[in-house]
């Protein structure tokens, strides 16, 4: 797994330095939407599983390991942290190339939660590897530490409720942009209203509002109190 992550990082950035050059700008751009549409199914997926675990971390547990047999092959999870970390270290170059060239708040909207899920791509990854490289099981426990342990919560609570509605806001703009004039508003308020109930039931769920959690002393130990 090591060999594999390595590949996809060293494939991520080179991907991004290839197409670094304005005349190839719009192949970068193209590029990046092919590997949002991988991304954004696993995302999906990803999301599903934590919906999941409202109703119980054994629940959670039972969802993540059947989707753990799927995206933890070799291939398929060199091919998804290779489009994460190109999805995400392309999405910053176009933010910052596209400076001063937006125009309304959709515009903005899409460029603002654009970044913001690069950013989180790129941590969380970092992160996921990390925990993984010191045998941690990367599952719930790892996800939710950070918020039982003050004052990380003050950071972790944003943290995650930024990304939830950052991704669904970055697909309202991508579905106003492709839809009927005349459905756009609709369209991107109903993924806004997504984002915002399930950013704030998947927070409450990491925080155990939802229901009662116990972080074990192994995933506690990495945030200094």
Do not use: K
Not at 7 to 28: N, Q, T
Not at 138 to 143: G, K, L, P, V
């Amino acid at each position: 797994m090591q060999n594999v992550s390595l590949w996809a990082l060293g494939a991520g950035i080179a991907s991004v330095a290839s197409l670094w050059g304005g005349h190839r700008y719009r192949p970068l751009r193209a590029l990046h939407r092919s590997s949002a549409m991988v991304v954004g199914a696993f995302v999906l997926v990803h999301l599903a599983g934590h919906v999941a675990g409202i109703f119980g971390l054994a629940m959670h547990q039972a969802v993540l390991d059947v989707l753990r047999t799927v995206y933890r092959q070799p291939v398929l999870e060199g091919l998804l942290l290779g489009c994460a970390l190109f999805q995400g270290s392309s999405g910053l170059v176009l933010l910052w190339r596209g400076r001063g060239q937006r125009v309304g708040r959709v515009a903005w909207l899409q460029a603002w939660s654009g970044g913001y899920l690069a950013l989180f791509l790129l941590v969380h990854v970092g992160a996921v590897l990390w925990g993984r490289a010191q045998g941690l099981d990367t599952n719930f426990h790892f996800a939710a530490a950070g918020l039982h342990v003050p004052p990380w919560q003050w950071f972790f609570a944003p943290y995650y409720f930024l990304a939830v509605l950052a991704f669904w806001a970055h697909v309202g703009c991508a579905a106003y942009w492709n839809v009927p004039t005349r459905h756009r508003t609709v369209a991107l308020g109903a993924m806004l209203a997504i984002g915002m109930a399930m950013a704030g039931v998947l927070v409450a769920w990491l925080a155990g509002a939802v229901i009662a959690v116990e972080i074990p002393a192994r995933y506690l130990g990495s945030y200094p109190s």
